[in-house]
């Protein structure tokens, strides 16, 4: 059997264990990358250890480190509070804030994953102290941050453009980015009133009317991520209600400090926002060690597991070839249209697991051929390609997708894996297909 072959049963026997049965699908990952890695692909240990996410992993860590900090010494409520002076009140309109804020960021060039490791939780604060969806609030950090993923300042946007340029297709940098921006907006507004945003409208944030919520920081690690845990580490008695006038405190103002130091080098100076964010949580710890000594069990390790093992394995699938294999069958079938759509359903499942900017690259790559042609419209298709590619980081095992379910706040981590997992397969099933039918098929781009 070949080795293409070999990885994709494996995939599927991968989410078959891991949905039946309580193990992390990041373990069962790990162990079929070391298997068919070297058994079947003929790599070597070190070269499968090649494929480890390591800057994703520093990432997570980071940034669940600072945030947990953050949220120990009452900084994330003193934001809390400051964000709802902002809109009013009206809770309706948080989600939307934190829409647009993420699509601001990375249209100016920050990278999508920096953009949502900053708002994420800050928004998932939101959503746990004022009765909001947290997967409605997740989702719209990251519909945001594609939408403005394709901005001509953007990573997305100018690998898409050099692309084009370079295999001399017919471009519109406006196009691209706008598609991308005005289809993630009706994927949120959609999401709004289907998550329960019709229940907010009309709603003001009173003290009174939302009750403290304790934390339970701890995880113990079954199935695919988390479930809650005791809390560990933290101090719950200083946490205060984020709607309630609390006087601004030293330590508040240093983390404040800190967190605008990890904005400004990760988006300004384009340095790596893991080491960044765990720099200056470190910074902050040494300010207050004792209480913060505790902040290190609050890292989501299961989900660090999980995402690990799982793009481990997907580095052994590329390794062997399989992408490739799926993309020159789908070539040969020689209709423009529907290879358009095959592709942009590759370049959909596969960005679910792996890196969006790469698989961006080799789907638009694949449709070189036929869109020389003039067979036809090539800007239509490179739109829908680059949306169907990205809008499916809102999977769990994408870096976006893995922020939003190690920050979300008093929820049943098992649970909000099954339903990012669901929203996932909905989006991969259908996101596609919508892209193509609104950008490829009418020939319009």
């Known amino acids: 059997m070949s080795p293409e072959i070999v990885t994709i049963i494996a995939l599927v026997v991968i989410f078959a264990i891991a949905t039946f049965l309580p193990i992390n699908m990041g373990a069962l990952a790990f162990v079929a990358a070391f298997v068919v890695g070297t058994l079947s692909v003929g790599l070597d240990t070190d070269e499968v250890l090649a494929g480890f996410p390591s800057g994703l992993v520093l990432t997570l860590i980071g940034v669940t480190y600072l945030f947990a900090i953050a949220q120990n010494n009452g900084t994330v409520d003193l934001l809390v509070r400051a964000a709802v002076k902002l809109v009013g009140g009206h809770v309706a309109a948080i989600p939307w804030v934190m829409f647009f804020v993420t699509a601001l960021l990375t249209a100016i060039g920050a990278l999508s994953p920096a953009a949502v490791?900053?708002?994420?939780?800050?928004?998932?604060?939101?959503?746990?102290?004022?009765?909001?969806?947290?997967?409605?609030?997740?989702?719209?950090?990251?519909?945001?941050?594609?939408?403005?993923?394709?901005?001509?300042?953007?990573?997305?946007?100018?690998?898409?453009?050099?692309?084009?340029?370079?295999?001399?297709?017919?471009?519109?940098?406006?196009?691209?980015?706008?598609?991308?921006?005005?289809?993630?907006?009706?994927?949120?507004?959609?999401?709004?009133?289907?998550?329960?945003?019709?229940?907010?409208?009309?709603?003001?944030?009173?003290?009174?009317?939302?009750?403290?919520?304790?934390?339970?920081?701890?995880?113990?690690?079954?199935?695919?991520?988390?479930?809650?845990?005791?809390?560990?580490?933290?101090?719950?008695?200083?946490?205060?209600?984020?709607?309630?006038?609390?006087?601004?405190?030293?330590?508040?103002?240093?983390?404040?400090?800190?967190?605008?130091?990890?904005?400004?080098?990760?988006?300004?100076?384009?340095?790596?926002?893991?080491?960044?964010?765990?720099?200056?949580?470190?910074?902050?710890?040494l300010f207050s060690a004792q209480q913060h000594k505790g902040a290190v069990t609050q890292i989501s390790w299961s989900t660090i597991l999980l995402i690990a093992g799982v793009l481990t394995f997907v580095y052994v699938l590329q390794e062997a070839g399989t992408i490739d294999y799926v993309g020159d069958a789908v070539i040969g079938l020689g209709a423009p249209l529907l290879i358009a759509l095959l592709l942009a359903y590759i370049g959909g499942v596969v960005s679910a697991f792996a890196s969006s900017t790469a698989i961006i690259g080799v789907a638009i790559s694949l449709a070189v051929p036929f869109l020389l042609s003039g067979d036809i419209g090539a800007v239509g298709v490179v739109v829908a390609l680059s949306v169907a590619s990205t809008i499916v980081d809102v999977s769990p095992f994408s870096t976006n997708g893995a922020l939003v379910l190690a920050n979300a706040q008093d929820v049943d981590r098992d649970r909000f894996y099954k339903q990012i997992l669901s929203y996932s397969a909905i989006v991969v099933g259908v996101g596609p297909l919508l892209a193509w039918l609104v950008f490829a098929v009418p020939g319009w781009l």
């Open 117 to 285: 490791a900053i708002i994420a939780p800050i928004a998932l604060t939101f959503a746990a102290r004022h009765g909001i969806s947290p997967l409605l609030m997740g989702m719209m950090v990251i519909h945001g941050a594609q939408g403005g993923g394709f901005s001509p300042l953007s990573v997305y946007g100018v690998t898409v453009n050099k692309i084009v340029a370079e295999e001399g297709l017919p471009s519109s940098e406006v196009a691209v980015f706008l598609g991308s921006l005005f289809f993630n907006l009706a994927i949120a507004l959609v999401l709004f009133f289907v998550l329960g945003g019709r229940s907010l409208l009309g709603r003001k944030v009173q003290a009174e009317a939302v009750p403290h919520v304790e934390h339970a920081h701890g995880t113990v690690v079954r199935g695919h991520g988390a479930a809650p845990g005791p809390a560990v580490g933290g101090d719950d008695d200083e946490h205060v209600h984020p709607d309630v006038p609390q006087p601004v405190r030293f330590e508040q103002i240093l983390t404040l400090i800190g967190l605008v130091t990890v904005a400004v080098l990760a988006l300004a100076f384009k340095l790596d926002i893991g080491f960044v964010a765990i720099t200056v949580a470190v910074v902050l710890a």
